[in-house]
């Protein structure tokens, strides 16, 4: 049972438009969320986090939406730029550990 | 930011080998480190949390006898992949957490023949 999922496996954005990242999640006590990015060959690195006590964080170009009644997170990037082309993971962990139930990645490709 | 380093990134072995693999935080300690496997187009899946000067604790339906963890020191992590099969060909990673994020290392693909 996938506790955390990424329906898109691939996106494509134009340089400098929004790029829309989506992850929707079914556990309901998860209250701690992040986002990571995976290049090839690369472990992934931390990019943004948020718990649930906020709908939304932002750092530069990124900020993440936090929808706990539907169980629905997002990543927006703006504008997105051809070096954010990786593969973007969402994340979920109850608060007090650090164990995290993974997405399955959506890859984003941003065109110049 | 913290570096984590893992060694091999590469392996390749005969069915019946057992490989061990690295995971080093290089520039903090580490008390606690995560090991993770991702099977082609899966999500990385949590397979044991490592312990310094104690035991690890394994996930539902992970071996702890086919998949030997050692935390013998505040900056190592070793995870042995006792008597591969090719079913064990994936990709793992390992993790730790410093200063509340979650520094991953480069992973080690395995590839048991």
């Given amino acids: ?112 | 930011g913290a570096v984590v380093s893992q060694h091999p990134s590469w392996v390749i072995c005969k069915s019946g080998t057992s490989v061990k693999i690295e995971c080093r935080s290089l520039d903090f300690q580490a008390t606690t480190m995560f090991w993770y496997r991702q099977f082609p187009k899966q999500s990385l899946m949590l397979m044991a949390t490592s312990n310094e000067g104690s035991k690890a604790t394994y996930e539902q339906g992970v071996e702890k006898d086919k998949f030997l963890i050692n935390h013998a020191s505040l900056t190592l992590s070793t995870l042995t992949v006792t008597s591969a099969h090719p079913e064990d060909s994936s990709f793992y990673i390992c993790t730790s957490q410093h200063q509340e994020t979650q520094y991953f290392g480069p992973g080690t693909r395995l590839l048991v023949l």
């Fill in chain 1, 1 to 112: 049972d996938q506790q955390v999922k990424q329906n898109s496996p691939s996106l494509s954005v134009q340089e400098g438009r929004i790029s829309i990242l989506n992850c929707d999640y079914t556990n309901s006590m998860f209250d701690y969320f992040l986002w990571y990015k995976k290049y090839p060959a690369e472990g992934p690195t931390f990019l943004i986090s948020i718990s649930s006590i906020k709908d939304k964080n932002e750092d530069g170009r990124f900020t993440v939406f936090l929808n706990k009644s539907a169980k629905h997170l997002s990543l927006h990037i703006v504008p997105s730029q051809p070096g954010d082309s990786a593969v973007y993971f969402c994340a979920a962990s109850f608060s007090g550990t650090y164990k995290y139930i993974f997405g399955t990645g959506t890859r984003l490709k941003v065109l110049a």
